[in-house]
């Protein structure tokens, strides 16, 4: 107990200005937690958290989320990425770390390897969002994709640098010498290694079942059933394919649907074919079709066209 008293006189803390002794010395616990604060704020550290939330964006692209959080701001922000479409939280245990101190975060998993998969993030204490967002896309073969996050902490580091300098002499004449300088660098250990959950939607669009599909294909002359595969990415030789085809339009949804499978539709697909329709001058499928997306209908089958 005098051992921690003394700790206050140390640090320029007055005993009688702070409390009595027989005060503390009923309330150890309470003391150690005023000690334990003193010290975090001598260092200038902070207790925080590192939070990780993932949200889906399309086809396999998914938004990832990292930040630094208070633990009185765990309810709050928590709350705020939901509300943004995150999900599969998962949260670090607490931890020590310095007032702006920089961390370098690599991205692996079940990703694919040419996007970017690291970034550095800097902890600001009294910045009310610490947080940064890497976009992954994820490997389609994996049921069920991870994202694992690996968090490394920098150390501001000095060093000795030599540096030739020209040193002027009397009259015109110069000379080098070398001079040694110190620079600093950021040098990164391991500090956590965390991982999410990619959680695919279960994305329905009725417009894009096999029986809508193949009533929007009916709609369709020989020409125009070529011009609009051409649109949906098939190469030239796809005109050939349904001339020689004993029903063209039944030939094109199946090949639609052989492309697609085993991908999710997405927004991106619903525009593509938007665009596809307007290309080849059938705006009236593009309503209808529209229409049946925002409805949440199949394609109509009694259409005039």
Not at 3 to 10: A, C, E, G, R
Not at 119 to 138: C, L, P
Not at 149 to 167: A, H, P, R
Not at 207 to 219: E, G, Y
Request: hydrophobic share 35%; with cysteine; proline share 3%.
């Amino acid at each position: 107990m005098d051992m921690i008293i003394n700790y206050f006189h140390d640090i320029g803390f007055s005993y009688s200005y702070a409390v009595t002794k027989k005060k503390f010395a009923d309330q150890p616990a309470q003391l150690q937690k005023v000690v334990k604060s003193i010290n975090n704020s001598l260092k200038e550290t902070k207790r925080v958290h590192f939070l990780v939330m993932t949200k889906w964006d399309f086809d396999s692209h998914f938004d990832v989320v990292i930040e630094i959080i208070r633990k009185k701001q765990s309810k709050d922000r928590k709350k705020h990425w939901t509300k943004e479409g995150y999900e599969a939280l998962e949260l670090s245990e607490e931890c020590i770390i310095k007032k702006k101190q920089t961390f370098k975060i690599l991205l692996g998993g079940d990703i694919e390897k040419d996007v970017e998969t690291q970034k550095t993030i800097e902890y600001h204490h009294n910045r009310q969002n610490n947080s940064i967002v890497a976009r992954v896309i994820v490997q389609n073969k994996v049921e069920e994709p991870q994202v694992n996050v690996d968090i490394l902490k920098g150390e501001t580091v000095s060093y000795d640098q030599n540096v030739v300098v020209n040193e002027r002499m009397d009259g015109f004449c110069k000379r080098q010498k070398t001079i040694t300088e110190q620079g600093e660098q950021i040098e990164y250990e391991g500090f956590q290694k965390m991982s999410a959950n990619c959680i695919f939607p279960n994305v329905s669009y009725p417009v894009l079942d096999a029986p809508s599909l193949q009533l929007l294909c009916n709609c369709f002359s020989l020409d125009e059933a070529g011009m609009f595969a051409l649109q949906m990415g098939f190469p030239l030789s796809i005109k050939e394919d349904l001339f020689k085809a004993q029903f063209p339009s039944k030939e094109l949804a199946n090949r639609l649907l052989r492309i697609w499978r085993g991908t999710r539709h997405s927004l991106d697909r619903i525009k593509k074919i938007l665009h596809g329709l307007a290309r080849i001058n059938r705006g009236d499928l593009v309503g209808a079709f529209d229409t049946a997306f925002n409805e949440d209908l199949p394609f109509p089958e009694n259409l005039n066209v």
